[in-house]
């Protein structure tokens, strides 16, 4: 059974700084790229950021890039996203997912692309 498994998400002021974890289990880790996707209340859920099985290439969004980094660790079968400089437009419940190809080229930021997906974690970002 596959399992993707968020922590990491919170409350914090404008200007701070959150590290999500994502460990995941039941498929082989190191050959599916990584996603993490965010959905805010009311809105659809969006693309944030995505990193090759390697980890040698990433890929963000506009509006996080500069703040966010997506990191991945294949011996510990997790992806990470740390945030800093938060803004409250970054409130929303943030999801990992996983490609749906093997050995795929990655870097991919359409939903569809995505097989496995986690439950998500709340980031709230106060003003």
């Known amino acids: 059974q596959v399992q993707l498994v968020e922590s990491g998400g919170g409350l914090v002021q404008a200007g701070g700084s959150l590290s999500l974890s994502c460990v995941v289990s039941g498929l082989t880790f190191r050959n599916r790229a990584m996603g993490w996707f965010r959905q805010a209340p009311g809105k659809e859920r969006e693309f944030v950021a995505a990193i090759t099985y390697s980890g040698r290439s990433t890929l963000y969004v506009d509006s996080v890039k500069g703040r966010f980094t997506i990191s991945r660790d294949n011996a510990k079968n997790t992806v990470y996203l740390q945030m800093i400089s938060l803004k409250p437009e970054d409130t929303a419940v943030y999801y990992c997912?996983?490609?749906?190809?093997?050995?795929?080229?990655?870097?991919?930021?359409?939903?569809?692309?995505?097989?496995?997906w986690g439950q998500g974690t709340q980031v709230t970002v106060s003003s």
């Open positions: 997912a996983a490609d749906r190809e093997i050995y795929g080229s990655g870097l991919r930021t359409v939903r569809d692309a995505y097989v496995y």
